[in-house]
């Protein structure tokens, strides 16, 4: 949340003596006792913003400035320190009067336990206006109304998070520790949802003889909850160190599943739309020995193992689904066995050696059913799940070289397969996009550095990679599973290749430099180029991907109090892939930022900022045989001005205002195009105010009590 807020000099308000009574005996006993040392920062404030909802849409999102044109701040910072029993106490709570705050407490004794606290809530406003005729929006069983465009009710879509979490660690003796932390986090509201290929008179007018492909907005109702619970038992020798975890994840979901229903429409076609499964409950357990040997000064081994299970048996008709006959639930399980082993060394002073090999097993042991069905009547056929079971092996070696003390040189081998194991015959009844069962990729890659000396410092790295696999396979259409290809480059000239399967070659270069060529200047450069290029039978598919980053961050000290910062950086991202017929597209996003700031005194108790930031993010969709050449842009710009002012009252109190200016210009076709409205298949419309301005300003008075 943006903090600020008209304040005034710290009274007797109601809330500030109240704030004051809660650390009141605490500092009593502070002051009676010499040997403690506490201390307390309070932050109060007032906030005013300017603009409508529309203009807010973007700013608003996580800070709850929606239709209220002033906010209220308060922020508790206390800590308590006892020297004589070495105990230490920090209690802070930020954002207090909003939607977003946070509480945070640690007590420990340095050496002996710690114990932690923390609580947090997080809202988030979804920037889109829907304007819709459903009823019960945000509900699991919302009714479909359909409404002339525009004419429906305005419906604002948010989400709220709010977690607690506890921690605890003993140090039981110099070479065993324990530590436990739990974490549980509730989230309920709704978020942009939908559904599509909905059959209805009044969407397609054809239901009678086919199917529609009427689309809907119906928003997600959230009301699920996440625990996670970690514990870990530590044990030091002098030259064995080694712990024993466990990691548990817990998953439940009050809303199994979306119920829609086109409310009261006398049309004898009029479908009942089906049931859609939102996530379903699931949980995980995993267990882990890691640890690491000296076997010498110079070369030490490490090592982790690791079991894991996952399982999802949410059932079926408690969701108000369907499943196969005589099934209840998916009974889902998938158990992963891992192993890793690692080695450094250093033979002699200007050689370090590294080796790491990891091994992963994952055994997916989800029983087998017909969830899928091709076709209709007598010659429907029945498909089940797939049996996603794999295996990963990875490894590393590295070398690095101390050439000089100013220079090290690194050069280094990577290794991955996967085997993906023998595909579920039962699970494809006709032909699809080819596979593989494995893949293979090698890669080399080196590196220069040079630590920092005199005024510069900097490194320059090189990696290539080469994907390939085993040969593809491909299904038939007039009978199940799948028959190895002889002839990939005749029969599979027009397939469509999975870019996660298909041969790849991967180049990459970076450089990074720290220059101060002055007492007073500092820049640091940073420029990245890489490039995927996939290689499969055919001529349609992803061809090549390229990305390339470059920035330059800068300080400059104008005086002893007075200095200046800023950076540019530009990013971009290219994809071409063909289709048939000729059809050709390239997408190209390209994200610019700039920014320039300062800080000084104007006085000796008087403190200024600020800073002037721009983002221009820019997609641009090129396509053949299209005589406007492509889809229009996606474009989003940002310029935003922050300054602040902090003048100190008196010792111990100080005020503060900041001052934020934002415009944000936003285009996307998606759901808007030259004034030609995206409207959903009942007359729903989701917008967004293309540009939008804001500005808020605040004033907080910031007091310490010792």
């Keep these: 949340m943006t903090s600020i807020v008209t304040s005034f000099r710290f009274q007797r308000t109601a809330l500030a003596l109240a704030v004051c009574a809660a650390f009141a005996p605490v500092q009593a006993q502070a002051e009676d006792d010499a040997a403690s040392a506490a201390q307390t920062t309070i932050s109060v404030g007032l906030g005013a913003v300017d603009g409508s909802n529309a203009d807010r849409a973007l700013f608003r999102q996580y800070n709850g400035l929606r239709d209220q044109s002033a906010v209220g701040m308060l922020d508790i910072d206390y800590s ?53 005729g459903l009823l019960g929006a945000g509900s699991t069983t919302p009714q479909v109304v359909v409404v002339p465009q525009g004419t429906g009710a305005e419906l604002d879509l948010k989400t709220k998070r709010t977690s607690l979490g506890l921690g605890f660690t003993k140090i039981i003796s110099p070479r065993l520790q324990f530590a436990v932390d739990l974490k549980t986090e509730n989230k309920e509201g709704a978020r942009l949802f939908g559904l599509g290929q909905i059959c209805s008179p009044l969407i397609t007018g054809s239901c009678n003889t086919a199917l529609g492909s009427g689309v809907l907005m119906l928003p997600e109702p959230i009301n699920a909850n996440h625990s996670q619970v970690e514990a870990r038992l530590s044990y030091a020798l002098e030259k064995l160190r080694f712990s024993v975890g466990y990691y548990g994840s817990f998953y439940r979901n009050d809303n199994a599943a979306l119920q829609p229903n086109l409310g009261g429409f006398a049309s004898t076609t009029t479908p009942v739309l089906n049931s859609l499964a939102l996530a379903p409950d699931n949980q995980a357990h995993q267990l882990d020995l890691s640890g690491s040997y000296d076997f010498t000064g110079t070369t030490h081994g490490s090592f982790k193992l690791g079991y894991a299970q996952a399982t999802q048996n949410a059932d079926f008709a408690g969701a108000g689904l369907i499943g196969p006959a005589g099934v209840a639930n998916l009974g889902a399980q998938v158990n992963t066995t891992m192993a890793k082993i690692g080695i450094t060394s250093r033979p002699i002073p200007k050689l370090s050696l590294l080796a790491d090999l990891r091994y992963e097993d994952k055994d997916d042991q989800t029983p087998l059913a017909n969830y899928n069905v091709a076709g209709a009547g007598a010659t429907a056929v029945s498909a089940t799940n797939r049996d996603l079971s794999s295996k990963k092996i990875k490894g590393k070696l590295q070398a690095s070289w101390q050439f000089t003390s100013d220079y090290r040189g690194t050069l280094g081998a990577d290794y991955e397969s996967i085997d993906r194991g023998a595909f579920t015959a039962t699970s494809a009844v006709s032909g699809f996009i080819p596979l593989r069962q494995e893949t293979t990729e090698t890669g080399v890659r080196a590196e220069l550095r040079r630590r920092l000396t005199n005024d510069l410092s900097g490194a320059i790295s090189v990696s290539s990679s080469k994907r390939d ?88 000290a104008l005086s002893d109090k007075w200095a200046l910062n800023g950076y540019v950086s530009q990013g971009l991202q290219t994809l071409n892939q063909s289709h048939p017929a000729g059809y050709v597209i390239a997408f190209d996003n390209t994200n610019t930022g700039v920014g320039l700031g300062f800080t000084g005194k104007l006085a000796s108790k008087l403190l200024v900022g600020g800073n002037l930031s721009y983002v221009d993010d820019k997609s641009v969709y090129k396509q053949t045989l299209v005589s406007s050449g492509g889809l229009p842009d996606v474009v989003y710009r940002q310029t935003a001005l922050k300054l602040f002012g902090k003048y100190e009252l008196e010792k111990g109190s100080s005020v503060r205002v900041d001052l934020v200016h934002q415009r944000v210009s936003v285009n ?33 008075y910031i007091y310490l009590l010792k």
């Design 80 to 132: 308590l320190r006892k020297p004589e029993t070495s105990s230490w106490v920090q209690f802070t709570g930020s954002n207090l009067l909003g939607d977003t705050r946070e509480l945070g407490l640690v007590w420990k004794n340095p050496g002996s336990w710690k114990f932690t606290a923390d609580y947090g809530e997080l809202v988030h406003y979804d920037p889109n206006r829907v304007n819709t």
């Design 469 to 556: 696999g085993s040969n593809w396979l491909q299904g038939s259409s007039s009978a199940t599973g799948v028959t190895e290809v002889a002839d990939p480059a005749t029969s599979l000239s027009s397939a469509i290749f999975m870019p996660t399967l298909a041969d790849r070659q991967r180049d990459k270069i970076k450089l990074f430099a720290d220059w101060q060529p002055s007492e007073k200047l500092s820049l640091q450069f940073s420029a990245e180029e890489g490039k995927d290029k996939f290689s499969t039978p055919s001529t349609y598919g992803l061809h090549d991907t390229r990305m390339n980053q470059f920035s330059v961050d800068w300080g400059y």
């Design 668 to 700: 996307d076709w998606a759901w808007d195009n030259n004034g030609a409205q995206f409207a959903y298949s009942d007359g729903t419309t989701v917008t967004q105010n293309p540009n939008q301005t804001v500005s808020f300003i605040g004033v907080t």
